[in-house]
Structure formats: C-alpha cells, structure tokens
C-alpha cells in the first residue's frame, strides 16, 4: 500500500540533497516572512484568537508573538498566519501552498518535543515531499471538484511531519495517514461569497494533522488504503479525474528519496512575487511586457484580451460574481481582470493593494471592465501555463505581451536576492537578523532564535533571554 511506504520512508533516515536543503530554506524563509507579515496585519486575528482561547499546556508559540499553546492549537494559528496574505508559495503541479502546511506543524511540533534544528529541518523536508506528492498525483482533481488541494494534501503532509517529530513508528504514521485522510476537505464556496474561509483551510490542515498523529501514537488505527481506494481520498475527492484517468497515485512513490535533486518536489515549489491568486500571475506579466513593448500609458488602453488555461478561468474568471468591483480583499485576489488592471495601474501589486480603500478605486475597476478572455487549452498543468494578451490602444494598435509561465517557479524562479527583498518587506529592519536564523536553522540547538526574532519583527518585544527562561 502506498501509505505503508510512504510512511516508512517519512519516518526513516533521509539522505537530502544540497539543492533540496537550499530550496527548503527558501520556502521556510519565506513562509515565515508571509506569517510575520500577517501577524504585523492582524489579518489571521479570528484564527490566532481562537487558538489562545483553545488554550492548552505550552507547547508551542503563535509565530509574531509570545504566546505559547498546545500545539495543534498553534498548528491552527500560524497555518492560518502562513497563508493569511495568499503570499505563500505555490507547488504548480499540485496547486497547494505547501509552506502553509508544512512550517506550522513543524514549528509547533518541533518546539513541543524539543526538537533540534536538523530534526525540525528534515520534518520539513518530509512535510514537503508529502504535500507536493499527494497534490500533484490528482492535477486539478480536488479543485475541479470544489475543494481547495491545500487542505486536502495538507492534513497528509502535517501527519507525516509531526509523525516523524514525535518518534512514531513506520506503523504509526500509516495509522497516522489512514486518519489524516478522513479529515481532508476545505470547500471552494469562498471564491463565490469573497468569504475568507481560505486563509483557514492551512490552519485546518496543520491542526488536523498533529491531531492525526497524536491519534496514531495513543493507538488509534487509520486505513492504509487511504491513497489506493476503495474510498480513498482520491476516490472520495477527486472522482471526476480518477473516471478520466487523470489520477495517478503511484506517482506518490516514484523516486522517493532519489540521489538526484531534480526528483523532489521541493525543488519545484515557486515562490510568488505578488499577493494574490497564483493563477492570475502569468496574465500579470503579460500584461506587463505588453504595456513595456507598447511605450504608452494606462490611459492608452482601450482593451486587454488574454488567453487563460480552462483551470485558472474557473478560479480567477468565474463569472457568477463582479470581477470588476470585488466586494472583499480576497474576492480581489481571485478575480484576474482587477490585479491585471491593478498591476498596470499602479505598475505594482502588494499587500495594500488589497487592503483599506483600494478596491473601490474607480481606475482599476474601468480598467478592469475592458478585460476579456478566451478559454485556451494547454498541455500543462493550470500554473505552468504561459501568459498571452493582446492591448489594444487607442490609435487602433494592437500589441502583444507573452510570458513562458508565471513569475516565480519554474523556468523563471524567484532569485535568492529577490526572495531577501521580499522577505524584508514583509519582515523589516531585522529582516537580516532573522534570515540568518532562519538558515541556520540545521545548526541549530532549537527554535529560540527564529522564534524570538519573529515575535520581534511583528512588534512583541521579548528577550533571547525570556524566551529561553
């Protein structure tokens, strides 16, 4: 069975590749810029409020902060501050947000059973492999189906990682797995209401995940045919792309562990320059290269037509909703006609694009309403697909704007400068202070330095000293 192997292997001795330990640097460098940056925002409050009121024996910190829970209560808060900006990186082949589920479980873990830095590293490096695998094995399976990948490979990855914190046997954490699948879900219903059940969906993931291991470890038994079937998650799940033939769960398994850097996953996660819909990106930077290649302004434009993978257009181009006036932050972020016209705009797109007064601005909405589309078939996954437009201006002019895929992942990764620079607008001035930490991190004793500087950056105050006491 799939889970048995994959289990042994989560639990078993890792030989990691050099360039997979520099890709999970980059991801839990930048996950944890996107949790401070979200801690600073307030904008995981419900989720971080709930958490402290779940309460528990300290175990674990809520990232930004200095307050210490049960884990799984932290699991909850920081999965939802990782993914609370939808600045969190992307697995195209799978769709998930893998940091989002990944970090929290290993933080949390990690510090409660004391764990050192190298322990918590390969945890993420497990955690990694894990989400990624079980995501890609169905592409647009779960989504096609209404359900969000992230949470429905997410409460895999965080079993397998708090199994292998917690010591479990390779029994164990297939039991661990087995009750992970039967907490897998999170519902698209947001994309329709611009409701922000998204940004929970990690935290769900994270929090179930610990949950399932801790099951497995008191001796609770989960199905080891969880990935095979009958009823399994892909069965269950994704049924339209197991009847199509689209679903290949053996994939779960190939080269697991390879010497070879280019077969794990963690190397092909990417890393996103802007906070919003991943999907969306690539019709962004087309549109960018078309208003360069045209020298002309915003004022210019009369239309914009692109050319969008049939998987993006039913995410960021629905139509059962306005895409020119969202009446929510998040409702903006999935509409691709609003952050394209937002982007030309204002030449940028960051946190505050999304946040105070900026949706009612009446220049993007305008904008964004001489947008249109074409539904193109490629043969990639959805966020591989290469960005197309056509601008057309008002002398009559036609210009095109192309991009191989989106910026950020693949054959266009964000560089490590990049990332730094991205890190320090979401972290500030100890941006450089806890990126050493954070890359330090397989040296370290534990997590007291990360811990104490994020809690810093996001405006708690605590001693190196207080933390340790």
């Known amino acids: 069975m799939i889970a048995s192997q994959l289990a042994a292997w989560a639990v078993g001795t890792l030989d990691v590749p050099d360039e997979v330990v520099h890709a999970a640097t980059r991801h839990l460098l930048d996950g944890l ?37 049960s884990a799984p209560a932290a699991g909850l808060a920081n999965g939802t501050l990782v993914h609370a900006l939808d600045f969190d990186d992307t697995h195209a082949g799978g769709l998930v947000h893998s940091t989002s589920v990944v970090l929290p479980a290993a933080f949390a873990v990690g510090e409660q059973v004391g764990a050192t830095g190298r322990q918590i590293f390969e945890a993420a490096v497990v955690g990694y492999e894990v989400a990624c695998r ?3 094995a169905a592409p647009n399976g779960f989504h096609s189906q209404g359900l969000h990948a992230t949470m429905v490979a997410g409460v895999f990855s965080s079993a397998a990682v708090a ?16 009750i992970a699948g039967s907490q897998a879900g999170g519902l698209l219903a947001f994309l329709a209401t611009g409701a922000s059940t998204k940004q929970l969906h990690p935290g769900f993931a994270s929090q179930s995940g610990i949950i399932a291991a801790r099951l ?14 009958p009823h399994g998650v892909y069965d269950a799940l994704a049924p339209a792309a197991m009847a199509a033939g689209r679903v290949d769960a053996s994939s779960i398994l190939r080269d697991l562990g390879s010497a070879s850097a280019q077969d794990w996953q963690t190397t092909r996660i990417g890393i996103k320059p802007w906070p919003t819909c991943q999907l969306a990106h690539a019709t962004m930077a087309a549109a960018q290269v078309a208003l360069a290649e045209a020298g002309a302004e915003v004022a210019d434009i009369v239309a914009l037509h692109a050319q969008v993978h049939p998987d993006s257009a039913a995410v960021v181009c629905a139509t059962d909703r306005d895409l020119t006036r ?24 960051g946190v505050d694009t999304y946040g105070g007064t900026h949706l009612g601005r009446a220049e993007i909405s305008d904008l964004a309403a001489r947008i249109t589309w074409d539904v193109t078939p490629y043969d990639v996954v959805a966020a591989d697909a290469p960005g197309d437009v056509v601008l057309t201006l008002a002398d009559g002019s036609k210009v095109t704007g192309h991009v191989d895929r989106s910026p950020g992942g693949g054959s266009n990764p964000l560089s490590d400068d990049g990332l730094f ?33 994020a809690a810093q950056a996001a405006g708690h105050p605590v001693s190196l000293e207080e933390s340790i006491a």
Do not use: C
């Open 326 to 349: 969202p009446v929510s932050a998040y409702a903006a972020k999935f509409s691709l006609p609003w952050s394209v016209a937002a982007i030309l705009v204002d030449g940028v797109v």
């Open 163 to 178: 199994a292998r914190l917690m010591g479990l046997s390779p029994e164990q954490a297939t039991n661990a797995l087995g």
């Open 33 to 69: 810029g996107n949790a401070v940056a979200g801690a600073r925002a307030g904008a995981a409050h419900p989720a971080v409020s709930v958490a402290l009121g779940l309460g528990g024996p300290a175990e674990s910190t809520v990232l930004g902060s200095r307050s210490r829970i």
């Open 134 to 136: 079980v995501a890609a």
């Open 421 to 453: 620079a991205k890190f320090s607008g979401n972290v500030g001035p100890l941006a450089p202070d806890l990126a050493a930490a954070v890359r330090n991190l397989p040296e370290a004793a534990d997590l007291t330095v990360v811990l104490t500087l």
């Open 216 to 229: 497995a470890q008191a001796g609770a038994t989960g199905p080891d045919s969880v990935f095979d079937g």
